[in-house]
């Protein structure tokens, strides 16, 4: 057990008026960590196993998701459900060598798809998702099998849900259950393994993304599952453009025809479990040949995009209530997933070996790296690259790597993936730690 882990259960039991349900469960996931001794006087550590030994017994049978007791008021009356969300780290500033501090290197180049946590600096990969097509009556659908990072064990387990995403901090994770698109929301608490609470919506969804401050959700609704691929989907077909959207923008021709059931999104205060107003959003707007559209937040959380395929057509920007919006003054400049710097510096450029990244301010190139694509920055002088094996013969067989700005320096995170565009291939999702 970490000292932050441990630090954060015992505040957490501290602040229950009552016992919580969940002690027992707790007490003994813990329990299996050698290192639990080393950070609990021997008293308490004796009294929080007598303790589980006393309560583990009427509930070591209870299954589901632990529910939330609603809150009431003095008069008894039921008051809104809250989840008790506990506020993201700031993320490491630096990349350390030493696995123990925060912003350490944690690797496993032995396993593929990984076992062990990896991470680097300031992020690390919450969670990971390999695919499988399936064959349907009408088409394919694109089958994931999502696994999460066990905050307790630094490894990572195979879920059965059908999509999730996971907050900044490493703690909290947004789930939905398989068969999507989905009625309800459920918020994952990471260490303890359990569903904190369900979030109901009227319209189903099928994806969902954390601001990032780590207090809001958005949800994406979709009319049916987006990873199946068919012609019943509603089809947008080319235009000549013209006009002008709500920003003031000129609208651009539509190129490409596209099928998709995607109908709008949800925002979603998490601390409160409540959905707010569904947003419909026309599915036509922006050139996409995929059947999955989902939405995601700008940098500083004040607004939600949607992306582009075509080269040279910037994505297009909403506010939270569902009107377009004029995209964030430097938001063109991206060319890559990682963008800026944490210092708001450097700019990751776009991918292909090799790749640089350029000084913000003037332009100038200041370092070019022997990867395929620069994904997120682990520091100001670090980011996690994807990185081609051996002389980068495939691109197609490649892994994730940490590499300095100047490229001199390079480490391998991850084992090799030796066709990433086969069935099985596993894809990370990048979270601040």
Request: hydrophobic letters at 40%.
């Amino acid at each position: 057990m970490t000292p932050r882990v441990l630090k954060e259960t015992l505040e957490e039991w501290a602040q229950e008026a009552r016992v919580p349900r969940d002690l027992a469960d707790r007490a003994l996931r813990r329990r299996g960590r050698r290192r639990f001794a080393a950070f609990l006087a021997p008293a308490l550590a004796t009294g929080i196993v007598v303790l589980a030994v006393m309560l583990v017994v009427p509930w070591l049978r209870a299954a589901g998701p632990a529910p939330v007791r609603p809150a009431v008021s003095s008069s008894g009356a039921p008051l809104r459900q809250v989840i008790p969300l506990r506020p993201a780290d700031d993320p490491p500033v630096k990349v350390t060598f030493d696995e123990r501090s925060r912003g350490g290197v944690l690797t496993d180049t032995r396993d593929s798809p990984p076992k062990k946590m990896i991470a680097a600096g300031r992020v690390g990969v919450s969670a990971y998702w390999i695919w499988h097509p399936r064959a349907t009556a009408d088409g394919e659908t694109l089958d994931r099998t999502w696994y999460l990072l066990d905050q307790v064990t630094l490894r990572y387990e195979k879920t059965d849900w059908g999509y999730l995403d996971v907050a900044p901090g490493l703690r909290y994770a947004a789930v939905l259950e398989k068969e999507l698109p989905v009625r309800r929301i459920g918020i994952f608490h990471m260490e303890t393994r359990r569903v904190l609470a369900w979030i109901p919506v009227d319209q189903p969804v099928a994806a969902v993304a954390w601001s990032p401050d780590g207090t809001r959700l958005v949800a994406t609704a979709y009319a049916e599952n987006p990873d199946r691929r068919s012609d019943d989907s509603a089809q947008c077909p080319p235009s000549d453009g013209g006009g002008t959207d709500t920003a003031g923008a000129v609208a651009g021709p539509r190129r490409w025809s596209m099928r998709t059931s995607r109908t709008g999104f949800y925002v979603v205060d998490v601390a409160t479990a409540t959905a707010g107003e569904f947003r419909a959003i026309d599915p036509c707007v922006v050139d996409n040949m995929n059947t999955r559209r989902d939405f995601r937040w700008s940098d500083d959380g004040t607004l939600l995009y949607e992306r582009s395929i075509v080269q040279g057509q910037p994505d297009v920007f909403y506010d939270v209530e569902g009107n377009r919006h004029a995209a964030p003054a430097d938001y063109l400049a991206k060319e890559s997933k990682a963008g800026l710097s944490p210092n708001g510096r450097l700019l990751a450029g776009r991918d292909g070996l090799p790749t640089a990244v350029t000084e913000r301010a003037t332009g100038k190139v200041v370092g070019r790296q022997r990867v395929l694509q620069l994904l997120a920055w682990a520091d100001d002088d670090h980011l996690v690259a994807l990185g081609c094996a051996g002389t980068c013969r495939n691109e197609f067989n490649n892994g994730l790597v940490l590499v300095s700005v100047d490229g001199a320096k390079t480490v391998q995170l991850s084992a090799n993936r030796k066709n990433t565009t086969k069935p099985g291939s596993w894809e990370p999702v990048f979270t601040l730690r």
